[in-house]
């Protein structure tokens, strides 16, 4: 229950992504005075968003303006950066840890569980030794100054095997991010090799493994084979029905027999929920996440939301059908999906009732590469420049704060006149080497 002018309401948001950010954006803006308290817990003082870390890889945005900064954009919320480590609902409460290691505990009377997912590795010889994801703004950075220092060692070696291994870039899982990921790296690395006299584009070497018979689920089928037909136009290997049977060493070994050697691992094969919920005493789905009802309420418990990635919210839209139907776990959804949830929470706060939500798929838009898209939206089957226009037009737009849509409009104007910056800042992976070797010097 709401609580008095005296003892305003604790509402406590474990998460700072889509629907931990979006809903405190509503709450901050649509409370009454003293009515209630918002805390946003998160161990990165940022949200990130995540559809445009494959052109922030590429050198095509800024990396620092597809992340928004909580404590700026959340000027009416508490914002502590922590890691939740449990969550205990019986005692309403929830325990974090911070960066320095001390640990304490949070007290809430309505809580919004917007944990996100993480990456979803499997037990593959050697992936978590030689494997990166792309699922957070530095794997995005790392990954730009991998590929670029690689061929930088390439330029300057004499050994063949050496440099083949150097030039051979490996990629797993064909969904949006895969795809995105791939083609926004190899086009950045082919258009890199106008300032290499020694490097060709024929010398690069990227490689997609994905485990189905096809890449691109989140579109028409159709959309993925003409996807697939123009990556290997520029030379990209692509195997399907293929397994990943181990990275030990950078050598990988695939279940149809294929080895070859190869020095980078782009791993974007699936993700799960936060396992933080298995551990909590809320009810969770044989796939680890919540379950909520339309209302997006966790189950028997109405002071408790959630959404995103994290919940099993079911999609009304396809309910009539399938009825164990739930909404994919994407950006699309889960924007959508907090500004319900804040409107809801406010009902519920304030002795009113939940709306359900109800959203049906406009479609999923991909970029593959500079002037290169598809699209498969609102019925429509789109390719190629017009595909890739769509894209950034639809993702600008859903970009929190007018800062950023301005900041990343910008950086596609600048390049766009001065071509990116083909420069590898590998250094800011090893920042204190350069100190290290003059104290001994």
């Not at 870039?169 to 300032?195: N, P, Q, W």
């Amino acid at each position: 229950m709401a609580k008095g002018k005296e003892q305003p309401a604790r509402i406590v948001i474990l998460g700072g992504g889509y629907v931990g950010l979006y809903t405190a954006l509503r709450l901050q803006k649509k409370l009454r005075a003293k009515e209630a308290s918002v805390t946003v817990i998160d161990p990165q003082p940022h949200m990130t968003y995540l559809p445009f870390l494959p052109e922030a890889a590429a050198g095509s945005i800024e990396p620092r303006h597809v992340v928004v900064p909580l404590r700026r954009t959340l000027k009416r919320c508490h914002v502590v950066t922590a890691s939740v480590t449990n969550i205990e609902h019986a005692n309403r409460r929830v325990t974090v840890e911070a960066a320095d290691g001390h640990v304490e505990e949070i007290g809430y009377d309505y809580l919004v569980v917007a944990l996100g997912s993480i990456t979803r590795l499997l037990p593959i010889p050697g992936l978590a030794e030689q494997g990166i994801g792309c699922k957070t703004i530095g794997e995005a950075i790392y990954l730009r100054n991998r590929v670029l220092s690689r061929m930088d060692l390439a330029s300057s070696t004499l050994d063949p095997e050496e440099r083949k291994k150097l030039l051979t870039f490996t990629v797993v899982g064909g969904g949006f991010s895969g795809i995105e990921t791939l083609a926004e790296l190899e086009d950045m690395s082919r258009y890199a090799t106008k300032y290499y006299e020694n490097i060709e584009p024929s010398d690069l070497r990227w490689v997609l493994v994905e485990g189905a018979g096809r890449i691109m689920p989140e579109v028409r089928e159709s959309l993925g084979v003409w996807t697939a037909e123009q990556l290997e136009a520029r030379g990209i290997e692509i195997y399907l029905d293929t397994l990943a049977k181990s990275f030990e060493n950078g050598h990988v070994q695939l279940s149809d027999g294929t080895e070859f050697d190869s020095d980078t691992i782009i791993w974007t094969a699936g993700v799960k929920a936060n396992p933080v919920l298995a551990a909590s005493d809320l009810p969770i789905d044989k796939r680890g996440r919540l379950k909520v009802s339309a209302g997006l309420q966790v189950e028997g418990q109405p002071m408790v939301f959630s959404a995103g990635d994290c919940a099993a919210v079911p999609d009304l839209s396809k309910t009539a059908d399938d009825p164990t139907a739930t909404c994919p776990p994407n950006a699309q959804h889960a924007v959508r999906q907090a500004r319900v949830l804040g409107k809801n929470l406010l009902a519920v706060l304030r002795g009113g009732k939940p709306k359900d939500y109800y959203h049906k798929n406009l479609g999923s838009v991909a970029s593959l590469g500079l002037h290169k898209g598809v699209a498969d939206a609102m019925g429509m089957k789109i390719k190629g420049f017009f595909a890739w226009l769509f894209h950034r037009a639809y993702h600008v737009m859903m970009m929190p704060t007018f800062s950023r849509k301005i900041q990343i409009q910008l950086d596609w104007a600048i390049n766009g006149i001065f071509r990116r910056e083909i420069v590898s800042m590998g250094q800011i992976n090893e920042p204190k080497k350069a100190f290290e070797k003059a104290s001994k010097s």
